[in-house]
Every structure is written in C-alpha cells, then in structure tokens.
C-alpha cells in the first residue's frame, strides 16, 4: 500500500499511524498539526507512527507537530507486536511543544528492530512543557521488556534542539506496559 501526495492539516490528535500493517509507504507525505486544545498541555498530537508493523517506508515526508513527531512503538492499548524494518529517508520534523522529532518508544512490550534513518533533517526539537520526561531530536526511550536493535542514522541533521539533540534511555515510567 502507497499513501503518497498528500497534505493533512489541522489535526489535534494523532494523526497518522500505521497499525499492525505490513509493506505500508508514506511518499511526499505532509501532516501539519494543530495545538490541541482539547488537552490540557495542548499537546498529544503526535505526527507520524508506527505501531507494531513490518516494511514501513516514509520516503520524503515532512510533519510539524506538537508531541512525537516521527515515532515507533511496539505497543498501547490493545495493540501488541514487534516492529521490524522501518525506513525513514528524506524525512523533515518540526517538533514545536513536547515530545520528540525522532522516536522510538516510550512503550516497548515487544522488540523493535532494523530501523534505518537516514537523509533526515529536525528543524526544531522540543522542550519539555510540564513533563519529567526528556526529548531529544532523535531519542530511544524503553521503557518496556523488549529490545530495540539494530537501529541506524546517516547523514542526519539537527537544527535548534531545545533540549537534547540524541537521548538514548532504558527506564521505568508510566508507559511501561505491565507483564
């Protein structure tokens, strides 16, 4: 499947996640999200996902949002599944209030593996707003009982990350999944 030439504008929640699918790409790909004013910190509108997939492409894709902007996880809610082989190449984030550029995490019931970035540019990386959390421009957080692995970052450039440009963490916190 192919989501290609599209501009999604003004959405206050999630916006776009692929969810236990396979062979799923994301080309010239736009997601502008709007502060959501429906939460109380106006954010919680992550840009682009991924959730418990296989051979997942975003070729080209920009996403201005005000929490995660490009994230994995691989696991919430009812959904549960390991994560492998996801491409991220000629991806632009604008990360504005809370959250991440690029993440994989916080929850990781299950591995998440072969994730490869590269040709990516972070034009701005939030800060944290109210949260104990920290962010980074390209951040793994796990905070569940799977590994992350083999992950890769080419030619990638950071501009204006307002609190860490790369933050790895292996901790406890609330988006841990029980066993």
């Known amino acids: 499947t192919t989501v290609k030439d599209?501009?999604?504008?003004?959405?206050?929640?999630?916006?776009?996640y692929a969810v236990e699918c396979e062979d799923v790409t994301f080309d010239n790909?736009?997601?502008?999200?709007?502060?959501?004013?429906?939460?109380?910190?106006?954010?919680?509108?992550?840009?682009m996902g991924v959730m418990c997939g296989k051979r997942i492409k975003f070729l080209n894709t920009f996403s201005y949002s005000h929490d995660d902007t490009y994230v994995i996880k691989s696991g919430k809610w009812s959904y549960k599944?390991?994560?492998e082989d996801v491409l991220y190449d000629g991806c632009m984030a604008w990360n504005r209030w809370g959250g991440n550029a690029?993440?994989?995490?916080?929850?990781?019931?299950?591995?998440?593996?072969?994730?490869?970035?590269?040709?990516c540019y972070v034009l701005r990386s939030a800060i944290s707003i109210g949260y104990t959390f920290r962010h980074g421009a390209m951040a793994i957080h796990n905070s569940g009982k799977g590994t992350v692995s083999n992950v890769s970052y080419e030619n990638m450039h950071i501009d204006n990350p307002?609190?860490?440009?790369?933050?790895?963490?292996?901790?406890?916190s609330s988006y841990s999944l029980p066993d």
């Open 6 to 16: 599209i501009l999604l504008a003004n959405m206050h929640g999630w916006t776009t």
């Open 102 to 119: 690029f993440e994989i995490g916080y929850e990781v019931p299950y591995n998440i593996s072969n994730i490869r970035y590269r040709n």
């Open 162 to 172: 307002d609190e860490f440009g790369i933050y790895f963490s292996i901790i406890k």
């Open 29 to 47: 790909y736009k997601v502008i999200a709007a502060w959501n004013e429906y939460n109380n910190t106006g954010v919680e509108n992550d840009g």
């Open 81 to 83: 599944g390991e994560v």
